[in-house]
């Protein structure tokens, strides 16, 4: 059965992130601290925020508040009244409870635009909760990445899968009970959404391992070397003509 469940890969995914080698910890994290940027006395909406422990790490790098968002519900203890933690579908940030209504200096989805019903009503309904100055912050996997690994698993070429309008099905690397499903897309697909979403790139980051991380960890050196890594994007609203 193909299932996109949560409420099971939640504990798995966290407990995957938080190993030594994991490429959350090697790769994506500083990534994302690095786009990111000083955070010093903003306000964060973390839709897709796992276990909310990062959202607390940007409350002590600065941030003013935090709100994330998740699906799963499996948070972390919290007592801070600076960061609120919303069980909830990101698809439609601006009907949830304690983000109706507010504005926000950097909106996150980090691994998670991927997962909404509509990503360019996702991304508008975002871009209107921005406040003045404020940045969308998103992350994908790199599409070349499903297409390789799709072309060794069907005997295929690249292009072929690169190009295929069928879903990406694959177990789950958390949880391999789980199996997953998205759809495909190319790089080009991904900028279109952002400008029929309104949003402009203003910054692209294909992030490598660090020369200390890929010589502790060469195996990981080795996948991403084979299957290429993440997209990280800064986009901003594109200015009414």
């Keep these: 059965m193909v299932v996109n469940d949560w409420d099971t890969l939640a504990a798995d995914y966290e407990r995957a992130r938080t190993r030594e080698d994991s490429f959350d910890r090697i790769l994506e994290w500083p990534a994302q601290q690095l786009m990111l940027g000083d955070l010093t006395g903003l306000s964060i909406l973390d839709l897709g925020c796992g276990s909310g422990a990062k959202d607390r790490s940007f409350l002590d790098a600065g941030a003013a ?82 297409a390789v690994e799709r072309a060794e698993q069907n005997g295929s070429s690249l292009g072929e899968e690169y190009f295929s309008s069928s879903p990406n099905v694959y177990p ?37 391992l660090s020369d200390e991380a890929a010589e502790r960890f060469p195996h990981k050196r080795d996948q991403l070397n084979r299957y290429l890594g993440v997209l990280l994007f800064r986009l901003v609203p594109v200015a009414a003509s």
């Design 65 to 146: 508040s935090v709100v994330g968002v998740d699906i799963s519900g499996a948070f972390i203890e919290n007592d801070d009244p600076r960061l609120t933690l919303i069980r909830g579908d990101l698809s439609d940030p601006e009907s949830l409870e304690g983000v109706r209504g507010r504005v926000f200096d950097r909106i996150l989805f980090l691994a998670s635009l991927g997962y909404a019903t509509d990503q360019v009503h996702t991304l508008r309904a975002a871009r209107d909760l921005l406040a003045p100055g404020g940045q969308i912050i998103v992350q994908r996997s790199h599409p070349i990445r499903y």
């Design 172 to 208: 789950s690397g958390w949880n391999p009970s789980v199996t997953m499903s998205h759809p495909t897309q190319t790089v080009s697909g991904m900028l279109n959404v952002f400008a029929a979403a309104g949003l402009h790139v203003a910054e692209a980051l294909e992030p490598v």
